[in-house]
């Protein structure tokens, strides 16, 4: 088990949904941005527009308003950008369009750490854009961004350039072995999870209550007041390459 104090220079969140980004880091990605300067990017990979149970509602309509609050829920993080990659709802696949989205986006922004749901349990189940979502991105951080020979036309026509992820923080793990503090950063991942109205209760006393609590629960197992845990994966594709 870590404490990590050091943020890194750039971090890229992938959410399967509006609203799961901030929900599962938007504590500690607010915190590195806002407190250490990171530049933060959030890749939404759907555009959930099946997120209600209101029948009337087109799920088009539904679609854009939950990219705007997306939108504004980034800026109250601060992030510096916000790609919407457009998947239905539901329809996240693990297919070589979605592992190129992934992987040019990785090399568009350069992360040092990606941030994303954790694809692998045993005791619970989730949603299936959420392994979708994580499992692809740990994929293209570690298999593909890194090699020119993978999606070379990024390369030859787009003026990418491969590049090298040290680390993934997965949320939502069922063994998080590394946490951020956020007890100074409650407010604001409160704030942003309110962004996305179309989702939330109404109550935002309640809802503050509720991350309040949570985290304090997660900082427990670290010692901390207030905490968000992850399970980081190491990378250390130097020494992958090596090999190859």
């Given amino acids: 088990m870590e404490i990590i104090k050091q943020a890194p220079l750039r971090a890229m969140a992938v959410t399967p949904h509006p609203d799961d980004c901030e929900g599962g880091c938007g504590g500690t990605l607010s915190k590195w941005i806002q407190e250490s300067g990171t530049a933060g990017v959030v890749v939404l990979c759907t555009n959930g527009d099946k997120g209600t149970g209101d029948r009337e509602m087109e799920p088009a309509e539904l679609a854009a308003i939950?990219?705007?609050?997306?939108?504004?829920a980034a800026d109250v993080m601060g992030a510096n950008d916000v790609v919407f990659l457009s998947h239905p709802d539901g329809g996240l696949e693990d297919s070589m369009l979605f592992r190129s989205q992934l992987v040019r986006e990785i090399r568009r922004h350069k992360p040092d750490v990606i941030l994303c749901i954790d694809p692998y349990r045993s005791i619970s189940h989730t949603h299936r854009d959420h392994r979708m979502s994580g499992q692809v991105a740990i994929d293209a951080a570690f298999t593909y961004a890194w090699n020119p020979q993978h999606f070379p036309d990024q390369i030859t026509q787009e003026g990418l350039e491969p590049h090298m992820v040290k680390e993934a923080y997965l949320w939502g793990s069922e063994t998080p072995d590394v946490f951020v503090d956020i007890t100074d950063f409650l407010d604001t991942k409160a704030e942003s999870l309110s962004r996305h109205a179309s989702q939330m209760s109404a109550d935002p006393v309640a809802r503050a209550k509720r991350?309040?609590?949570?985290?304090?629960?997660?900082?427990?197992?670290?010692?901390?007041?207030?905490?968000?845990?992850?399970?980081?994966?190491?990378?250390?594709?130097?020494?992958?390459?090596?090999?190859?």
């Fill in 66 to 72: 939950r990219e705007r609050e997306q939108q504004e």
């Fill in 211 to 244: 991350i309040r609590s949570w985290a304090a629960e997660t900082g427990e197992k670290a010692g901390l007041t207030h905490a968000e845990g992850f399970r980081r994966i190491q990378f250390n594709l130097e020494s992958v390459i090596m090999r190859t």
